[in-house]
């Protein structure tokens, strides 16, 4: 489970503050997988930073009774000048895991090929998607960010992504942003809607995708 108490994250540049959110109030239950539903610059990828704990809020805190992983498709998250295969290595003994277990199952995953010997830097967008995923999901988390990655890959590499996160939602939670509405539908079973620097959590998928387009439109008439 996370709990965000009066989480604020607001950014100073020269004379110009901008509130990102303030007092965000919300609770994210275990072994559920949420999808974070806003429209675009609504915070959604800053809020999943600040729960990961790579972004520190400017007030309030965020409570959690497990761990959390990275934001998956944070592309920072690998050194630019190592290998995918050392990246890897490196992650797993930042969070105690079995090195060699861990590259095994990724180098297997990932679908790289010899490319996973290559320093990340050289890498696409695509490439490293399917990297930063496949150790997320060598990983143990109780709660998995995920942040934008639609499926990369052929048909077959979309079907077993969704088969092995599916799996781990079995014992473990989620927090999901993606664009396509459909992967949400297949992913995630609640909503929680970031609008205006507030958020609102819905158990029902359905409805949370209906207030959100209700944002969404409304917000494009405004700009009429």
Do not use: W
Request: net charge neutral.
């Amino acid at each position: 489970m996370i709990v965000l108490e009066n989480v604020s994250k607001i950014f100073y540049s020269r004379h110009v503050r901008n509130v990102v959110f303030q007092d965000l109030n919300a609770v994210f239950p275990s072994r559920t997988s949420v999808a974070l539903l806003g429209r675009n610059g609504a915070g959604k990828s800053t809020l999943l930073q600040v729960i990961s704990g790579a972004l520190i809020p400017n007030s309030g805190r965020v409570l959690s009774d497990g761990n959390i992983s990275f934001p998956i498709g944070l592309a920072n998250s690998m050194h630019p000048h190592m290998s995918g295969a050392q990246n890897t290595k490196f992650i797993a003994r930042i969070y105690g895991a079995d090195t060699d277990a861990l590259k095994n199952f990724v180098e297997d995953f990932a679908e790289l090929g010899e490319k996973f010997y290559l320093p990340v830097r050289t890498y696409s967008s695509g490439m490293r998607a399917r990297l930063l995923f496949g150790i997320n999901m060598g990983l143990k988390f109780d709660t998995y960010l995920v942040d934008e990655v639609s499926a990369v890959g052929d048909a077959s590499f979309r079907e077993k992504s969704e088969y092995v996160f599916k799996e781990r939602m079995r014992e473990s939670g989620a927090i999901f942003i993606s664009h396509s509405m459909p992967l949400l539908r297949r992913m995630c079973t609640a909503g929680a809607v970031l609008e205006r620097g507030r958020i609102a959590y819905y158990e029902d998928l359905d409805e949370a995708i209906r207030v959100h387009h209700a944002n969404v439109h409304a917000a494009d008439n405004d700009d009429d």
